[in-house]
């Protein structure tokens, strides 16, 4: 049977007491490894500032940002009038931000040329109020209508740098469109010219006589 002194007789054991300071010391090693381990492998403390490109060529840009050990993908495009082609539009992460090395700073560049939009089905289809409406929404910049004769305010056609365009076809957003639009009348435009001695100035009917 046991005694409680037998029990606390360990205290007067020297071995006791080293291994146990050997366990410590141990325990605290490998905490100490783990966390070292772990620092590393997460870069914990480690990082870069993301320049700011926007505005600056593809070139330069890329150019910038590999020098602080990141990334450059270009993502989309889109169009500013007045921004040189290829030029920085957004980038992500923005400019200033701190991130790991390594990481991918995305880009939106800007292209050389307005993206193309379908000309709507207006032609012969619409009012002038409707027709402004669907070409604004679009993006497109309409002129004053040209009135023609024809029922009012009704759109005959649609004109782009001169030739009319059809329903379907494709032109840079932003390009300038001209309706036109009935006015109403019936009568002929007063440019309009008879065709084979149809009318005269005085609208009398022109009549051959040569074989009387």
């Known amino acids: 049977m046991i005694t409680f002194k ?8 020297r071995f006791f007491w080293l291994n146990l300071v050997v366990m410590i010391i141990v325990v605290i090693a490998i905490a100490l490894g783990t966390l070292e381990w ?32 990141l990334r450059a993908v270009v993502v989309d495009s ?6 040189p082609a290829g030029a920085i539009l957004e980038q992500n992460p923005s400019g200033g931000a701190k991130v790991k090395e390594g990481r ?3 880009l939106t560049i800007n292209t050389d040329s307005a993206p193309k939009v379908t000309v709507p089905d207006i032609m012969d289809n619409s009012s002038l109020r409707q027709a402004e409406a669907k070409l604004r929404a679009l993006g497109f910049k309409v002129t004053d209508p040209v ?14 740098k001169g030739r009319d365009l059809r329903a379907g076809e494709k032109i840079p957003r932003e390009a300038i469109v001209t309706l036109h639009v009935g006015n109403g009348s019936d009568t002929l435009p007063e440019d ?11 609208d009398s009917p022109v009549v051959d006589k040569s074989w009387f």
Not at 40 to 63: C, F, I, Q, W
């Open 38 to 69: 772990l620092d590393k492998y997460t870069r914990h403390g480690e990082a870069v500032v993301v320049p700011d490109v926007k505005g600056m060529s593809l070139t330069l840009a890329e150019n910038e940002i590999t020098k602080q050990d």
């Open 192 to 202: 309009s010219i008879a065709a084979d001695g149809a009318t005269t100035d005085d």
């Open 104 to 106: 991918t700073v995305y």
């Open 6 to 13: 037998d029990f606390f007789s360990f205290k007067n054991n």
């Open 147 to 160: 009135y023609i004769s024809g029922e009012k305010d009704w759109v005959y056609s649609v004109t782009y």
């Open 78 to 83: 889109s169009y500013v009038k007045g921004v």
